[in-house]
């Protein structure tokens, strides 16, 4: 897999027109200037904690004694269940709210909805693949966060641009793609198993 394939893999799993709606209704009760201030101060903790299991993803799975194809089979399997909720989104959402004025730390903006355990298996398999392109990788992920921390800054922009219609759309067409990483990832467990 190349930079670019892995950064596009990325920012298909964190889903930031998916997670606009959830990131929106969360902060609309906080003063706009210190909107920004708290979306920026999540994205950057949600990073930090991408880049962490990135390079300790290698640590942990050696010492887990887990074998290269059944992360490959696993990680595929994570991001097929992640793909089917993205085209077949469940009734309702996420309900995440907060009480008026109260600002999200951590939870539920950096992690789960930025960071969360699909994007955290990703970067620990892609780590555990090919642990000489720590760079690559780097750089895949950088991409996929600066493009979705745009969408995120930028929401009501997009929302106005999109509409909802268009932002239901857009994530399932997203979760098609997904949804054909992972059978793919799938094969290839299973073809190097095999071999």
């Known amino acids: 897999m190349d930079t670019i394939s892995a950064a596009v893999m990325l920012f298909l799993i964190m889903d930031p027109m998916g997670n606009l709606p959830i990131f929106t209704s969360l902060l609309k009760h906080i003063d706009k200037k210190r909107r920004r201030l708290v979306l920026i101060r999540e994205l950057v903790i949600a990073l930090v904690v991408m880049f962490l299991f990135l390079f300790a993803g290698e640590q942990i799975l050696t010492f887990l004694g887990l074998d290269k194809e059944a992360v490959s089979i696993s990680g595929a399997i994570i991001l097929f269940l992640i793909s089917l909720k993205m085209i077949f ?10 009480g008026a004025g109260e600002e999200p730390l951590i939870v539920p903006l950096a992690i789960p909805m930025m960071a969360g355990p699909s ?5 620990i398999l892609l780590a555990h693949q090919d642990p000489h392109r720590m760079a690559d990788w780097s750089l895949a992920l950088i991409g996929a966060w600066l493009a979705s921390a745009v969408i995120l800054m930028f929401s009501e922009v997009f929302q106005r641009i ?8 857009v994530e399932r067409l997203m979760g ?20």
């Open 176 to 195: 098609m793609l997904l949804l054909m990483i992972a059978v793919q990832m799938f094969l290839n467990g299973i073809e190097s198993y095999l071999s």
């Open 119 to 123: 994007i955290i298996a990703t970067l």
């Open 162 to 169: 999109v509409g909802d219609k268009g932002l239901k759309a």
């Open 89 to 98: 989104p469940p009734e309702g959402g996420l309900g995440a709210s907060l």
